[in-house]
């Protein structure tokens, strides 16, 4: 399902070049739940937003679902992430002027599903927030955003879903239920889920763990 | 995105609940009801200024001619839609049944006759009548009632022709056309003048046909009959034949547009301000959206339509509003303009669509554009790109368009280029002085108490988008001084233009030997008299020895012509010498001093020998100067001056002028008693009703202005408030580390005062540039720096922009920090 090698990330900064990544190989199967630990700066965000596409590498190759992205440009790569790729935050990410439904709802209307709404109340329901579709991310708590977070990286139904540090802004009970959601969520809807985290005790609940030294990518056996 | 139409209304209504949109969609508003306003507003001052005017014609456009009318003309007047009217006008006796005898001047009308304009008619009734004479009737003026003794039903003999007077002339539109009109007035019907026998071939007489109706028909005339004109015949309209009220509309149109333009470029302003705000604010929202899956092209579109709806609903919106704003203020004038019922066509409204797609286009546009380049990865790594500040291709194309839409706006190049030029300037020099400043005050910073570092800090932290701000504060007070100054010069030189106690009588034909009875007769009624000065009618017959084709009556062309001579050792006042010298007081040379037209007319220069005649005199003399005449002044004015010496010779008459209150009216009855060979020309109306018009124009300024200063207004808080967001942020940081309401109000208001004082000096800068242009090159008006704005500049930029940037922020020490911090 994803796969890289050799993967390069450097970038220039005013003194000097930063390699940021220094040449990773991985390759995670369809289904399967892969977590990524690692000290803060050691490129963990790095490595996940090349993974979605967000960015391009410096060199190297990443395959999604048996596609090279790394030759497609910036559009095909938008395009690619509304149809194959979902996404949590750790700050969650939600646009402040939109109801808690309509952000759930906006992946949905970007990729152009026609049932967006009913898609997207079904999802807020199975996050527990059936009773909160016409909030704004301003009037929920820290978990409940989240959740909504969660609602609308699942409701677009992608094959991979990246979290970056999901709990990292909550607390260890909040950060526990919305735990447990993700993972609920990715067995019942069958996700290939992968997670950066500092969170030990979330990093064993996933089926591989990956620790990230200044670049360098290894897994735990 | 399957329906983007749909999605981006949703965007759009989303943004609208966001309270995202206000300050984007209240400046496109602005924009467009400003435009509509004014334009609106202009058009129909404009056409009731003319209409106003157009009654010192009684017409749009009036052919004259020494011959009879061509009917080809009238019937192409008819063709092209013109109403027409026509008036023949001639000097004859009157005669009453009394054998009472009087010299009038008298004029029979027919057709539509006053096309513009109305008579005014006392003929015993309540009301003043407005009709013209029934055929068989006359009106006389009250002079010549007094004169003849006729009463309303008397009968009066014109030439050949029997009579009955129907009333007293109250008041006529064009009165004043011919300034050397002899004795009262009497008014007949045309269907009468056969019957007179008085117009026979060769004797004086002038008819000239009246038309009035659309300037585009009138055009079409115009350029019909101009080349067919022979000698004798000629064509006038309002401009020509009054130069006062020309020079005066054209001035205020000048203001007007001038005034447009400004609003166009304050609300242009705005919306460069709103739409970065827009821009920012959303930068976070698109990168969401990108990493969602949205690409740069669904991004554009969505945008792109949500702007489109946004111009439409200001366009629709901001007309209404701009109809209303217009008809608020033609209605503060309306007691003071004719109650002519004028709508304000489409072209405001297409003025103002044009507008707001323009300033869509080229100001709101370029920054939500490079919403489409933003980065993804900003949802993962904060500090990636932002949109980017305005980049100078945007500054270009948006000042070139804004260029354009003013040309295309006022179709005047000067008024464009002085503006455009001065706005290039505040920019230029504001992002220059305001970056090496806010560079050189760190050092200084670091030096001061914490209330001024905070603020300087604060500057620098923001340097593109203080100098930015401080650009736009340049440019709004810049444009609103540019304003203000040129209203200042216009509204005094207009006082100037006929100050109180203007003479508004002469007298012709004063023998020199009555000059001290009528000096006397003046002191007895306290009334104040001007010089006498010698006047003899004259005619000029050769240049340099060339004789000249044959005189004719209508002055034009190189011949002969008649003109009345005056002397004086003195240059009269507020004529200018263009060309040689003044003479002497008290040469016994044979020189001549020429007004430039007349000059232009017979075709002579300084150093030119003339040869003039005086009754049965002929003598010859040399040009000595040629004289700039301010016609726009209701002094008597002169083609031809000579050395008193020189004009001693000849048998001359003398001529003065007074002024009488509207109340001492009857003293000119009890001149004409006194001394019945005088000949004694009324002015007063005329003046009046030129300074009725000057009032109205300047009101109409007046209130044009503030409509405007509004809008900068708008300007200033649209810019205070781009950086309330950001502000607010950090205030809410520093108050959670400590810092004191007091300093932090403090340091923001120092921060605002500054860029306040910076645009204070920017816009003294560009408004000089500005003035210097516009007043000099297109408003015709003196040019003076104003010195006293230049501290005042500085200290009210400080203070309004201080107070305003201060009471925007106030929210910043008011909302407690967590709240600032967890909204955003
Ligand atoms: N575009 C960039 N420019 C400069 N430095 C960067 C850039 N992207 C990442 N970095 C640096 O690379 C390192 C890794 O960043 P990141 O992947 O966010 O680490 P992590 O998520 O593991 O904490 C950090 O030191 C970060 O500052
Ligand atoms: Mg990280």
Same mark, same amino acid.
């Given at each position: 399902m994803i796969k890289t090698s050799q993967l390069i990330k450097r970038v220039s900064t005013a003194e000097s070049e930063l390699e940021i990544l220094r040449g990773i190989d991985l390759e995670i199967k369809r289904g399967e739940t892969a977590a990524i630990v690692g000290a803060s700066g050691s490129g963990k965000s790095t490595l996940l937003g090349l993974l979605a596409g967000?960015?391009?590498?410096?060199?190297?190759?990443?395959?999604?679902? !048996?596609?090279?992205?790394?030759?497609?440009?910036?559009?095909?790569?938008? *395009?690619?992430?509304?149809?194959?790729v979902g996404f949590v935050f750790q700050?969650?990410?939600?646009?402040?002027?939109?109801?808690?439904?309509?952000?759930?709802?906006?992946?949905?209307?970007?990729? !152009? *599903?026609?049932?967006?709404?009913?898609?997207?109340?079904?999802?807020?329901?199975?996050?527990?927030? !059936?009773?909160?579709?016409?909030?704004?991310? /301003?009037?929920?708590? !820290?978990?409940?955003?989240? /959740?909504?977070? *969660?609602? /609308?990286?699942?409701?677009?139904?992608?094959?991979i879903l990246f979290a970056d540090e999901p709990t990292g802004n909550l607390d260890t009970t909040t950060g526990a239920t919305v735990v447990d959601l993700l993972f609920g969520l990715n067995q019942e809807e069958g996700t290939t889920l992968v997670l950066v985290t500092h969170d030990n005790g979330l990093a064993d609940r996933c089926q591989r763990k990956f620790t990230m030294t200044a670049g360098h990518l290894e897994e735990a056996s | 995105m399957k329906s983007p139409l749909v999605a981006s209304i949703r965007l759009l209504i989303r943004d609208w609940r966001g309270g995202e949109l206000g300050v984007l969609f209240s400046a496109l508003l602005l924009a467009v009801s400003v435009v509509v306003a004014i334009s609106g507003f202009v058009n129909r001052l404009q056409f009731n200024l003319e209409r106003e005017s157009a009654s010192f014609l009684a017409a749009d456009l009036v052919v004259s001619s020494s011959n009879p009318i061509p009917s080809p003309w009238i019937d192409q007047a008819s063709a092209v839609g013109l109403a027409q009217g026509e008036t023949i006008t001639f000097s004859s006796m009157v005669i009453s049944a009394e054998d009472e005898m009087f010299l009038a001047s008298v004029k029979a009308v027919g057709g539509a006759y006053p096309l513009r304009g109305a008579l005014s008619v006392d003929k015993g009734l309540a009301q003043a009548s407005t009709a013209i004479p029934e055929p068989g009737t006359v009106f006389l003026a009250p002079r010549l009632v007094q004169q003849l003794s006729a009463r309303i039903g008397h009968e009066v003999y014109v030439g050949d022709a029997t009579l009955i007077v129907a009333g007293t002339l109250l008041s006529e539109p064009d009165s004043t056309t011919g300034f050397f009109g002899y004795g009262p007035r009497l008014v007949m019907n045309a269907a009468n003048l056969d019957e007179t026998g008085?117009?026979?071939?060769?004797?004086?007489?002038?008819?000239?046909?009246l038309v009035a109706g659309e300037s585009d028909d009138l055009t079409r005339f115009r350029e019909w009959v101009e080349p067919q004109l022979v000698q004798g015949q000629r064509l006038s309209s309002v401009d020509e034949s009054q130069p006062g009220i020309g020079a005066t509309l054209e001035r205020a149109r000048g203001f007007l547009l001038l005034a447009g333009s400004l609003g166009v470029m304050l609300a242009a302003a705005a919306i460069l301000?709103?739409? #970065?705000?827009?821009?920012?604010?959303?930068?976070?929202?698109?990168?969401?959206?990108?990493?969602?899956?949205?690409? #740069?092209?669904?991004?554009?579109?969505?945008?792109?339509?949500?702007?489109?709806?946004?111009?439409?609903?200001? =366009?629709?919106?901001?007309? @209404?509003?701009?109809?209303?704003?217009?008809?608020?203020?033609?209605?503060?004038?309306?007691?003071?303009?004719?109650?002519?019922?004028?709508?304000?066509?489409?072209?405001?409204?297409?003025?103002?669509?044009?507008?707001?797609?323009?300033c869509i286009g080229f100001f709101a546009w370029p920054p939500l554009a490079r919403l489409g380049g933003v980065s993804p990865l900003r949802v993962i790594r904060r500090e990636e790109t932002i949109a980017d500040a305005t980049r100078s291709v945007d500054l270009v194309l948006g000042t070139a368009s804004l260029g354009?839409?003013?040309?295309?706006?006022?179709?005047?190049? +000067? $008024?464009?280029?002085? $503006?455009?030029?001065?706005?290039?300037?505040?920019?230029?020099?504001?992002?220059?002085?305001?970056?090496?400043?806010?560079?050189?005050?760190r050092q200084v910073g670091s030096s001061a108490g914490s209330v001024w570092r905070l603020a300087l800090a604060g500057m620098q932290r923001r340097g593109t988008s203080s100098a930015f701000q401080v650009v736009i504060f340049g440019i709004a007070i810049m444009l609103l001084l540019v304003l203000t100054a040129v209203r200042t010069s216009l509204l005094d030189q207009w006082r100037l233009q006929i100050p109180e106690g203007t003479p508004n009588h002469f007298i012709l034909n004063v023998a020199p030997a009555d000059e001290s009875s009528l000096l006397t007769?003046?002191?007895? #009624?306290? =009334?104040?008299?001007?010089?006498?000065?010698?006047?003899?009618?004259?005619?000029?017959m050769a240049v340099n020895g060339q004789p000249l084709p044959d005189w004719d009556r209508f002055e034009d062309g190189a011949r002969q012509r008649e003109a009345n001579f005056t002397s004086t050792d003195?240059?009269?006042?507020?004529? +200018?010498?263009?060309? @040689?010298?003044?003479?002497?007081?008290?040469?016994?040379?044979?020189?001549?001093?020429?007004?430039?037209?007349?000059?232009?007319?017979?075709?002579? +220069?300084?150093?030119?020998?003339?040869?003039?005649?005086?009754?049965?005199?002929?003598?010859?003399?040399?040009?000595?100067?040629i004289r700039e005449v301010n016609w726009e002044s209701m002094q008597p004015n002169f083609f031809v001056i000579f050395p008193d010496r020189l004009l001693e010779r000849f048998p001359n008459t003398l001529f003065t002028s007074f002024y009488l209150e509207p109340n001492e009216k009857h003293r000119v009855g009890e001149l004409l008693d006194f001394m019945p060979t005088l000949t004694i020309i009324e002015l007063d109306v005329a003046i009046q009703e030129i300074k009725t018009i000057i009032d109205q124009v300047s009101q109409a300024i007046e209130l044009v202005l503030l409509v405007i200063l509004v809008a900068g207004a708008l300007v200033l808080?649209?810019?205070?408030?781009?950086?309330?967001?950001? #502000?607010?942020?950090?205030?809410?940081?520093?108050?959670?580390?400590?810092?004191?309401?007091?300093?932090?109000?403090?340091?923001?208001?120092?921060?605002?005062?500054?860029?306040?004082? %910076?645009?204070?000096?920017?816009?003294?800068?560009?408004?000089?540039?500005?003035?210097?242009?516009?007043?000099?090159?297109?408003?015709? %008006?003196?040019?003076?720096?104003?010195?006293?704005?230049?501290?005042?500049?500085?200290?009210?930029?400080? $203070? =309004?922009?201080?107070?305003?940037?201060?009471?925007?922020?106030?929210?910043?020490?008011?909302?407690?920090?967590?709240?600032v911090l967890r909204e955003l």
């Open positions: 967000l960015d391009a590498p410096s060199s190297g190759e990443i395959t999604l679902d !048996g596609i090279n992205i790394v030759n497609l440009d910036e559009d095909e790569r938008a *395009i690619l992430r509304s149809e194959k700050n969650f990410q939600l646009l402040p002027a939109l109801t808690a439904l309509e952000n759930v709802m906006l992946p949905l209307e970007l990729a !152009g *599903i026609d049932d967006a709404r009913e898609k997207s109340e079904e999802f807020l329901a199975r996050v527990g927030l !059936g009773e909160r579709f016409h909030h704004y991310p /301003r009037t929920l708590s !820290g978990g409940e955003q989240q /959740r909504v977070a *969660i609602a /609308r990286a699942f409701a677009s139904r992608p094959l | 008085v117009v026979q071939p060769g004797s004086r007489v002038t008819y000239r046909l301000v709103a739409a #970065r705000r827009f821009g920012e604010r959303h930068t976070d929202q698109v990168a969401v959206m990108k990493s969602l899956g949205a690409t #740069r092209g669904t991004i554009r579109q969505l945008y792109a339509l949500s702007l489109t709806w946004l111009g439409l609903l200001s =366009i629709v919106l901001g007309s @209404g509003i701009g109809w209303l704003a217009q008809s608020a203020m033609f209605n503060a004038l309306a007691d003071q303009l004719p109650s002519e019922i004028t709508r304000i066509g489409f072209a405001p409204y297409i003025t103002g669509a044009v507008t707001a797609l323009v354009l839409l003013m040309l295309w706006y006022s179709s005047d190049w +000067k $008024l464009t280029g002085a $503006l455009i030029g001065s706005i290039a300037i505040t920019v230029g020099l504001g992002f220059l002085v305001a970056q090496t400043l806010l560079k050189g005050s007769f003046f002191a007895e #009624r306290d =009334i104040e008299v001007g010089e006498l000065y010698p006047a003899a009618r004259g005619r000029v003195m240059a009269p006042e507020g004529n +200018k010498i263009v060309s @040689g010298s003044w003479w002497e007081p008290g040469t016994e040379k044979s020189l001549v001093s020429l007004e430039d037209g007349f000059a232009e007319d017979i075709g002579v +220069k300084v150093g030119d020998t003339l040869t003039l005649r005086i009754a049965a005199d002929e003598f010859s003399v040399e040009v000595a100067s808080i649209a810019g205070v408030s781009s950086s309330v967001d950001e #502000r607010l942020h950090e205030s809410a940081i520093l108050r959670a580390l400590g810092a004191g309401r007091g300093t932090l109000l403090g340091a923001v208001a120092i921060e605002f005062a500054a860029m306040g004082s %910076l645009a204070g000096i920017l816009a003294i800068l560009g408004s000089e540039a500005a003035g210097w242009v516009l007043q000099t090159q297109m408003l015709d %008006l003196q040019y003076q720096i104003q010195w006293v704005l230049w501290p005042m500049g500085v200290a009210l930029g400080a $203070l =309004i922009i201080g107070s305003l940037g201060t009471y925007a922020c106030r929210r910043v020490v008011s909302v407690p920090p967590l709240q």
